[in-house]
């Protein structure tokens, strides 16, 4: 005897709001609400003092001024029946893959724009005239990770490499979170919520190259590849894996399936010592090759990783993520994807190859749809 | 012969690790277990059964304690001493048999391989929540009605992965949710809070 499909808005009114807090992103929280009277009225948007974004902070050299962190978020959009898209809907997959956006929040009141996975350029609309507005409602979108940037006024350049912001939920109110910092010239700082200015951890060190959120934790990197756990009530830091002693130029922390790796990258010539008020990039140095190495949690040793398999890491500007090759158009598994100068650049696991690629993948060929590409010649 | 007395007899016997040992997870919180069961049981006695009793009047019996570790309802109702062993049976009208008898399969897996390591019992807990829509929607209802607490987050996390990322008319069907109750102006709304760009 056949049951009909159960109507779950029989279930009890008091479960929603149990099953709504237990997703975090945003922009599952908004899709729930979306869903129906009931559901939306089962939870708030969000905790009230939840982190907003641009976010003025101190600056982290001169703590008399305010800096803007902003945040930008990378989502996954995937496909869906070809009965849903059609050729004139400008987010439409050609394929049965998905592909990687990253929407980079303006002030309050002005729209979102797109920017560049890799590089975090900002992607031009070819024609200003009939802007089209792309409501990200209309598909399947999951939000893969957070990047941050500092953005300052004023004449102190930006001066720091990378930043990051945790915790961000929907559900956590902002007097929670703790900013963590690498300077341009390697020092570590952290900053908490309300706090007047950045505080140095292991201040007589400048040899920081990277942090990351792990499991709800800092880490950071040193010179060497070593990984530490940053304690925010400390500011301490605590060792957390035997020393690697990578012999390349620069460690950059990415996290995989549930595991943390350090990658590790080779310049051809040894890059000019970072500067106070250095630039971003070492604009001379190309790459040579990278090496990959897995922390062995149970054992406590690292790996010496040859084959990523069907991921592909991402050591875009502000943030380091993987994605599964198969699953996105335009990236190819067992592959780095890098920034290198101004060049987006790709290196092989497989031939350790390096590839200059002229667009930025599944970004500049799937976005702009086809008629409107044709319409307007540059 | 009292209990009471072998109870306080036996309880004069156990060293106090053991003593300490006796906690036991129920409805989340811990809470000591009387080490004289655990005594008993070591010492092969049989386990006291109780009888649960379907919607559909089918009776199950189940191992006492692995009910009333996992269902705070079920161990309120023996602590409060308002279930008898001898005669009664537990009348569960709002779940059905099929449902009643998965709830017992899970609280059943859980206290026996409970020293078993991560990765087996989450294998194991996904392929039981391996159901349809309305078989999950079921658990939900009895899992709630039972006050299971870690079979409830279990399958909150799964609601949570059927509706990321997917799209709103999706998660309607899968929810067969025919009528949303919005206002078009508030269906407007909700698209505006949406991120969307130029």
Same mark, same amino acid.
């Given at each position: 005897?056949?049951?009909?499909?159960?109507?779950?808005?029989?279930?009890?009114?008091?479960?929603?709001?149990?099953?709504? =807090?237990?997703?975090?992103?945003?922009?599952?929280?908004?899709?729930?609400?979306?869903?129906?009277?009931?559901?939306?009225?089962?939870?708030?948007?969000?905790?009230?003092?939840?982190?907003?974004?641009?976010?003025?902070?101190?600056?982290?050299?001169?703590?008399?001024?305010?800096?803007?962190?902003?945040?930008?978020?990378?989502?996954?959009?995937?496909?869906?029946?070809?009965?849903?898209?059609?050729?004139?809907?400008?987010?439409?997959?050609?394929?049965?893959?998905?592909?990687?956006?990253?929407?980079?929040?303006?002030?309050?009141?002005?729209?979102?724009?797109?920017?560049?996975?890799?590089?975090?350029? =900002?992607?031009?609309?070819?024609?200003?005239?009939?802007? &089209?507005?792309?409501?990200?409602?209309?598909?399947? %979108?999951?939000?893969?990770?957070?990047?941050?940037?500092?953005?300052?006024?004023?004449?102190?350049?930006?001066?720091?490499?990378?930043?990051? +912001? +945790?915790?961000?939920?929907?559900?956590?109110?902002?007097?929670?979170?703790?900013?963590?910092? %690498?300077?341009?010239?390697?020092?570590?700082?952290?900053?908490?919520?309300?706090?007047?200015?950045?505080?140095?951890?292991?201040?007589?060190?400048?040899?920081?190259?990277?942090?990351?959120?792990?499991?709800?934790? +800092?880490?950071?990197?040193?010179?060497?590849?070593?990984?530490?756990?940053?304690?925010?009530?400390?500011?301490?830091?605590?060792?957390?894996?035997?020393?690697?002693?990578?012999?390349?130029?620069?460690?950059?922390?990415?996290?995989?399936?549930?595991?943390?790796?350090?990658?590790?990258?080779?310049?051809?010539?040894?890059?000019?010592?970072?500067?106070? +008020?250095?630039?971003?990039?070492?604009?001379?140095?190309? %790459?040579?090759?990278?090496?990959?190495?897995?922390?062995?949690?149970?054992?406590?040793?690292?790996?010496?990783?040859?084959?990523?398999?069907?991921?592909?890491?991402?050591?875009?500007?502000?943030?380091?993520?993987?994605?599964?090759? =198969?699953?996105?158009?335009?990236?190819?598994?067992?592959?780095?994807?890098?920034?290198?100068?101004?060049?987006?650049?790709?290196?092989?696991?497989?031939?350790?190859?390096?590839?200059?690629?002229?667009?930025?993948?599944?970004?500049?060929?799937?976005? &702009?749809?086809?008629?409107?590409?044709?319409?307007?010649?540059? | 012969?009292? *209990?009471?007395?072998?109870?306080? $007899?036996? !309880?004069?016997?156990?060293?106090? $690790?053991?003593?300490?040992?006796?906690?036991?997870?129920?409805?989340?919180?811990?809470?000591?277990?009387?080490?004289?069961?655990? *005594? @008993?049981?070591? /010492?092969? !006695?049989?386990?006291?059964?109780?009888?649960?009793? !379907?919607?559909?009047?089918?009776?199950?019996?189940?191992?006492?304690?692995? /009910?009333?570790?996992?269902?705070?309802?079920?161990?309120?109702?023996?602590?409060?001493?308002?279930?008898?062993?001898?005669?009664?049976?537990?009348?569960?009208?709002?779940?059905? !048999?099929?449902?009643?008898?998965?709830?017992?399969?899970?609280?059943? #897996?859980?206290? #026996?391989?409970?020293?078993?390591?991560?990765?087996?019992?989450?294998? $194991?807990?996904?392929?039981? @929540?391996?159901?349809?829509?309305?078989?999950?929607?079921?658990? *939900?209802?009895?899992?709630?009605?039972?006050?299971?607490?870690?079979?409830?987050? @279990?399958?909150?996390?799964?609601?949570?992965?059927?509706?990321?990322?997917?799209?709103?008319?999706?998660?309607?069907?899968?929810?067969?949710?025919?009528?949303?109750?919005?206002?078009?102006?508030?269906?407007?709304?909700?698209?505006?809070?949406?991120?969307?760009?130029?």
């Amino acid at each position: 005897m056949d049951r009909e499909k159960v109507d779950w808005s029989e279930l009890p009114i008091e479960l929603w709001p149990k099953i709504g =807090k237990c997703l975090e992103n945003h922009i599952d929280v908004l899709r729930f609400r979306s869903v129906c009277e009931t559901w939306r009225s089962s939870i708030p948007s969000s905790h009230p003092n939840s982190p907003s974004f641009p976010m003025k902070i101190p600056h982290p050299i001169n703590s008399s001024i305010k800096a803007s962190l902003t945040q930008a978020t990378l989502y996954l959009i995937e496909s869906t029946d070809a009965s849903f898209g059609s050729k004139l809907d400008p987010l439409a997959p050609s394929s049965s893959k998905g592909w990687l956006i990253k929407v980079e929040e303006g002030p309050k009141g002005v729209s979102l724009r797109l920017v560049s996975p890799i590089s975090g350029r =900002k992607i031009f609309h070819p024609s200003e005239d009939s802007p &089209m507005i792309w409501n990200l409602l209309n598909y399947r %979108v999951i939000e893969l990770c957070k990047s941050y940037t500092l953005q300052n006024t004023g004449r102190f350049s930006a001066s720091v490499s990378k930043v990051v +912001f +945790f915790p961000n939920s929907s559900w956590v109110g902002v007097e929670d979170s703790v900013a963590c910092c %690498v300077f341009l010239e390697g020092r570590l700082g952290i900053m908490k919520h309300g706090d007047e200015k950045w505080a140095l951890v292991d201040d007589k060190n400048f040899y920081y190259d990277d942090v990351i959120v792990h499991r709800g934790q +800092f880490y950071v990197t040193d010179k060497w590849g070593t990984i530490s756990w940053v304690d925010t009530n400390s500011l301490k830091l605590i060792q957390f894996t035997p020393p690697l002693c990578g012999f390349g130029n620069k460690k950059h922390l990415v996290e995989s399936c549930g595991s943390l790796y350090v990658v590790d990258r080779y310049y051809e010539t040894e890059p000019r010592r970072r500067n106070y +008020f250095g630039r971003q990039e070492n604009r001379d140095a190309a %790459v040579e090759c990278f090496k990959v190495y897995k922390l062995d949690e149970d054992w406590g040793t690292w790996v010496d990783v040859k084959k990523l398999g069907d991921r592909a890491f991402i050591l875009g500007r502000n943030c380091n993520f993987s994605v599964s090759a =198969k699953e996105l158009t335009g990236y190819q598994g067992n592959c780095i994807y890098f920034t290198d100068m101004f060049d987006l650049r790709m290196y092989s696991l497989d031939d350790h190859s390096i590839v200059t690629i002229d667009f930025d993948p599944s970004i500049e060929k799937n976005m &702009m749809p086809q008629t409107a590409w044709l319409g307007h010649t540059i | 012969m009292e *209990l009471l007395c072998i109870r306080q $007899w036996i !309880s004069g016997l156990l060293p106090t $690790w053991l003593s300490a040992w006796c906690i036991k997870p129920v409805g989340g919180a811990l809470v000591r277990q009387e080490p004289e069961y655990i *005594l @008993l049981a070591l /010492m092969g !006695s049989p386990l006291k059964k109780i009888m649960l009793c !379907s919607s559909e009047k089918e009776i199950f019996s189940v191992e006492e304690q692995v /009910m009333v570790q996992h269902s705070v309802i079920i161990n309120n109702m023996i602590e409060d001493g308002s279930y008898n062993h001898e005669e009664s049976k537990i009348p569960l009208d709002c779940v059905d !048999s099929k449902t009643l008898k998965k709830v017992i399969d899970y609280c059943t #897996h859980h206290t #026996h391989h409970h020293n078993d390591n991560q990765e087996d019992l989450e294998a $194991w807990d996904a392929q039981f @929540l391996n159901v349809d829509s309305n078989g999950l929607y079921d658990l *939900l209802m009895a899992a709630n009605y039972l006050e299971i607490r870690n079979l409830l987050d @279990l399958i909150y996390g799964t609601i949570k992965n059927m509706i990321k990322g997917k799209k709103i008319d999706e998660i309607r069907r899968i929810f067969n949710i025919k009528d949303h109750g919005f206002t078009p102006e508030e269906e407007e709304q909700n698209r505006k809070e949406y991120p969307h760009f130029y």
